[in-house]
């Protein structure tokens, strides 16, 4: 297939995204999926391109996501951490980034404790830029594997004028203040046409995000029973830097998903989500986790044909 163009050179968050971007990427990860993950083929389609994934903070999922997309079309990959760079020495991250680029780089995912760290190097450097989380601002490809997740569920190829999310409710629940996570799916799922909600403790919830275009609830329950799916969020402890709740136990027992609290929402069809790694007993209960609503396994295979997509559809080749 002839890849759509993006209106977009780097993908540095999904506000900067339009809404044909997002449908397109979408679509083109479907097309990856059918060829290449389930039929097992790998591609040549970045064939001759090289792509640095550097990672300043810690990453399973992420990380190796974009190693998997990468090679499974064809390019060669750089993986390099902070702490195995000269970042530990003390150079500074424009300059350890042209380094990197003077080896003849295509493209640089970039992991970053800093916001807008990507948004940086992209107008100072060369290569395309691909923002696999940027401090606690945002994280692009999360939203878009989230959102090609239910995309798979919710979309009417009868009705392809319509995303699929028109009429559905999604409730973030968590620690919407800490994670980036939190942000980069409102503006997606509203992208999109959904009805947005976030659910947590007063502390863990910003003032004035209902500016966002969100509502607000502090019952989980509320939130079980009036929503479609649900994008657990697990407490981000190493970015807090003062205790926001009595106990991670009190914070589960008010917030927490159970089997017993999703059973008011079985015959509905609630699908839960989470972008891991599960904290289980806190966020979720080992049962909720392991259940048919579960789907955090098939978000992480959507990681991969996501990520693929995004590379492909950057780097402007044929698929």
């Known amino acids: 297939m002839n890849l ?48 640095v994934n550097l990672f300043v903070e810690d990453s399973t999922r992420t990380r190796n996501s974009f190693h998997l997309a990468a090679t499974r079309l064809g390019a060669s990959v750089l993986n390099v951490t902070g702490e195995g760079s000269s970042l530990s020495k003390g150079e500074t991250l424009l300059d350890t980034v042209r380094t990197i ?19 940086f190097l992209a107008d100072r450097c060369a290569s395309a830029f ?45 620690d919407i203040a800490h994670g980036r996570v939190a942000g980069s799916n409102i503006h997606i799922l509203r992208k999109l046409g959904a009805e947005v909600m976030v659910c947590g403790p007063p502390t863990l919830i910003p003032r004035g995000i209902e500016e966002l275009g969100v509502g607000v609830t502090y019952n989980i329950d509320e939130a079980i029973r009036s929503s479609d799916a649900l994008t657990m969020l697990r407490m981000q402890l190493e970015r807090q830097k003062q205790a926001l709740v009595p106990s991670l136990a009190e ?44 789907v955090k396994l098939r978000q992480v295979a959507n990681g991969v044909v996501v990520r693929m997509a995004v590379l492909a559809m950057l780097l402007q080749s044929d698929i």
């Open 251 to 294: 914070y589960s027992r008010l917030y927490g998903v159970t089997h017993h609290r999703l059973a008011q929402a079985n015959d509905r069809g609630l699908i839960i989500m989470h972008p891991g790694p599960v904290n289980r007993g806190v966020e979720l209960d080992s049962e909720t986790a392991d259940s048919e609503e579960s």
């Open 130 to 174: 691909l923002n696999a989380g940027d401090g606690r601002h945002e994280h692009p490809t999360q939203a878009l594997l989230d959102a090609f997740t239910l995309y798979e569920r919710w979309y009417d190829a009868t009705d392809p004028e319509k995303s699929g999310f028109e009429g559905k409710r999604v409730t973030i629940v968590g």
């Open 101 to 119: 680029e003077a080896m003849d780089v295509d493209a640089i995912v970039l992991r970053h404790p800093a916001a807008c760290a990507p948004h």
């Open 4 to 51: 759509p163009k993006l209106s977009v050179r780097h993908l540095l968050g999904i506000r900067e995204l339009s809404r044909d971007d997002i449908l397109s990427i979408l679509h083109v990860a479907k097309h990856m999926r059918e060829s290449y993950l389930e039929s097992g083929n790998k591609g040549e389609t970045l064939q001759g391109k090289t792509i």
